[in-house]
């Protein structure tokens, strides 16, 4: 089977890594406060085209839960860091579980029928190229690009400038 753990999920028609990852803080909640999320941004890239979807962990699991239906034996999504603190810094966290979660969106990929169903065209194409604005704002841990390499980059905050 192609790739080593942690490299990017592709074949011919089209790879995908994880780019980037961060915390943000959800809910609106006065009482309960605002929860933390972890975020991704998830690069797709084709012979002709590329582009990046931002994802919430628990669209992972969704999306796993909805493969699992029709594909026997597909391997449990990761899951999320608890952020027991009030600050952004949890970086190895992120790194952690960016690495784990790319991991498992590899093996995922690798499944017959995956790669085209509809679950994974959805995943990987709705709301392209696009930050919502709930996650305007995060710190990201920026990754390498280079398929295989699985430690950060960069710091970079997104909102200015779109995507």
């Known amino acids: 089977m192609p790739g080593e753990a942690g490299a990017a999920a592709g074949n011919a028609d089209f790879s ?3 780019s980037a990852s961060g915390r943000a803080d ?6 309960a406060g605002a929860e933390s999320h972890l975020i991704h941004a998830v690069s797709v890239t084709q012979p002709v085209q590329s582009w990046t979807v931002i994802r ?3 669209d992972f699991a969704t999306l796993g839960a909805a493969l699992s239906s029709f594909i026997p034996g597909l391997p449990d999504c990761p899951q999320p860091p608890s952020f027991l603190s009030s600050t952004v810094g949890d970086v190895d966290e992120i790194v952690k579980a960016r690495n784990e979660l790319q991991n498992w969106l590899t093996s995922v990929l690798l499944y017959p029928g995956a790669r085209e169903s509809p679950a994974v065209r959805q995943f990987l194409c709705y709301g392209a190229n696009i930050v919502p604005p709930q996650f305007e704002g995060i710190a990201w841990v920026s990754f390498s690009p280079h ?3 699985n430690i950060p980059q960069q710091y970079m905050s997104a909102g200015a400038g779109g995507g």
Request: glycine share 14%.
């Open 56 to 58: 919430d962990h628990v």
């Open 26 to 31: 959800v809910g609106l909640s006065s009482v």
């Open 147 to 149: 398929p295989g390499s």
């Open 16 to 18: 995908v890594a994880i």
